[in-house]
C-alpha cells in the first residue's frame, strides 16, 4: 500500500470549483441581496399600514418587522370580512361616523340633561345662576335636530 501525502502548496495551482466559489462568494451575495429585498418590502408595508391605521385614528409608533407583518394579516383579514358582508370602505367609515354621531348626541344629551336640573334647583332655590345654564327650551329644540339627522 502506497501512502500518497498531499502537500498544501499542490491546491494552489489547481483552479477553483464552481461548487467550492458559489459556496464561498455567490450564496452570501445571494443571501444580501435576498433580505435588501425582504426589507424593503417590510418597508413598503410599514409606509401603507401606518397610513392606514392613521387614517383609522390610530396612532403607531416604532415597529418591529413582526409588528409589521402582523397588523398587515390583520388588516387584510378586516377587509376580507368586509368584502364578505359587502361593505366597501365607504360604507366601513359611514358606520364608524355614525357611531361617532350617536355617541356625540348622547353626551350631548347627557350634558342638557344635567344643565337643565341645574337650572330647576337654582330656580327652586330662588338663586341668580354662577354658571350660564342652557335654557330648556333651546336644548329641547338640539335634542330634537340632533334626533332627526
Not at 450564496?27 to 401603507?48: G, S
Not at 399600514?49 to 402582523?70: R, Y
Amino acid at each position: 500500500m502506497r501512502n500518497y501525502m498531499v502537500h498544501p502548496t499542490d491546491y494552489e495551482d489547481q483552479p477553483i470549483s464552481r461548487t467550492y466559489q458559489y459556496r464561498k462568494v455567490m450564496k452570501p451575495m445571494l443571501e444580501r441581496k435576498r433580505r435588501a429585498r425582504i426589507n424593503r418590502c417590510l418597508d413598503e408595508l410599514k409606509e401603507i399600514m401606518v397610513t392606514s391605521l392613521q387614517a383609522e385614528g390610530e396612532n403607531v409608533s416604532k415597529l418591529e418587522k413582526a409588528d409589521i407583518l402582523e397588523l398587515t394579516v390583520r388588516h387584510l383579514h378586516k377587509l376580507r370580512r368586509q368584502q364578505s358582508l359587502g361593505l366597501t370602505p365607504e360604507a366601513a367609515y359611514a358606520d364608524r361616523f355614525k357611531a361617532g354621531f350617536t355617541h356625540c348626541a348622547a353626551e350631548v344629551s347627557q350634558y342638557l340633561a344635567t344643565s337643565m336640573q341645574q337650572h330647576q334647583q337654582q330656580q327652586q332655590q330662588q338663586q341668580p345662576s354662577s354658571e350660564p345654564t342652557i335654557d330648556p327650551s333651546s336644548g329641547v329644540k338640539l335634542l330634537q335636530h340632533l334626533g332627526s339627522c
